[in-house]
Structures are given as structure tokens and as C-alpha cells.
């Protein structure tokens, strides 16, 4: 997986000017972070391996389904909602797509998560999405 969007980012960036270390240029970054991905999944690959043991898991269906589609009313509630709300349903639903879902843990990972999006995406990052729509 890790290989895989890291050969993605560098296949989406080839055309993007590269630059130099010291005046990179917008697909320095995207290419440097895909080899780096790359690397990591074929290490993380090799030791797999080695270790030559039998993968058990088991495949949840429910978050075969939720997940896609809590991402997707995520993308569709951002520009109607705004980005609280669109994220306290991201999070909950992320929680109901597991097998322990506990309201506790939950609307602490929720606010959580909320107040740490907020700081990077829109104070930090300074991306223009409204809190909350309408306010």
C-alpha cells in the first residue's frame, strides 16, 4: 500500500517543475514524500517476508462500506455544513465502522480531532472552508 501511493504521488508529480534543494519547485515535495513511501513500503515488504508467517485477519464488511461512504458525505458536507460539522461526522462514522464503539471514547476523539484539524487546516494552514455554515 505504502509503495503504491508513494509510485501515485511520483507519477502525479512528474510533470510539476522539481527545482533545487534551495528553490524547490512545486513537485520537490510530492516526488521527495512518493520515494520516501516507496522505501518504507518496500522495507516494511522485506521484513514481511522474512518473518515468512501466515497473514490472519478477518474482513469487515461494515467498514468495507461505511468508511468509503462517510468519506465521501465528508467531501459533501464540508461546502454545505462547514468543517465542523463535516468532521464530527467523519469521526463518528470512522467509530461506527469498528466492532467497539463507546460514545466516551468517542466524542472525546471527536472534539479532539475537531479542535486539532481546525488549528492546522484553517488557522495554520489557512485553508478557506467556514466552521460552521452560516456563522
Do not use: H
Not at 517543475?17 to 516526488?31: A, E, I, K
Not at 520515494?35 to 514481511?48: A, N, Q, R, S, W
Request: hydrophobic content about 60%; cysteine-free.
Amino acid at each position: 500500500m505504502f509503495f503504491l501511493i508513494g509510485a501515485a504521488a511520483v507519477f502525479v508529480a512528474r510533470d510539476y517543475p522539481f527545482g533545487r534543494l534551495l528553490r524547490m519547485g512545486s513537485g520537490f515535495f510530492p516526488t521527495l514524500l512518493g520515494v520516501i513511501l516507496m522505501l518504507f513500503g518496500i522495507y516494511i515488504m522485506l521484513k514481511g517476508l522474512r518473518r515468512n508467517e501466515k497473514i490472519r485477519g478477518n474482513w469487515s464488511g461494515r467498514a468495507l462500506i461505511v468508511l468509503p461512504l462517510i468519506t465521501v458525505l465528508f467531501g459533501f458536507l464540508v461546502d454545505r455544513a462547514g468543517f465542523i460539522p463535516a468532521l464530527a461526522v467523519l469521526a463518528f462514522g470512522s467509530a461506527a465502522a469498528g466492532n467497539e464503539f463507546k460514545w466516551g471514547e468517542v466524542l472525546l476523539m471527536t472534539a479532539f480531532m475537531t479542535v486539532l484539524s481546525v488549528t492546522v487546516f484553517i488557522w495554520g494552514l489557512g485553508l478557506p472552508y467556514p466552521l460552521i455554515k452560516g456563522f
